[in-house]
């Protein structure tokens, strides 16, 4: 895969990471950007969620 189609994949993959970390805390998208403004762990676990969807898609 070309690197633009990498980088699409992840902010795909961060996007899906965004929205199941909004839902399984019960968070609006204004509550959770409020979050990540001021929370470097959820920045981080929402992170690195995408991380993990992105590689298992390239497996």
Do not use: P, V, W
């Not at 070309?2 to 970390?21: H, K, M, T, W």
Request: hydrophobic share 40%; proline share 0%.
């Amino acid at each position: 895969m070309s690197c633009l189609q990498n980088e699409i994949l992840l902010e795909q993959c961060y996007e899906d990471a965004y929205e199941q970390f909004r839902i399984s805390n019960k968070l609006t998208e204004a509550q959770l950007d409020e979050l990540l403004s001021f929370s470097k762990g959820a920045a981080d676990a929402i992170e690195k969620s995408a991380r993990l969807m992105f590689e298992n898609m390239c497996q």
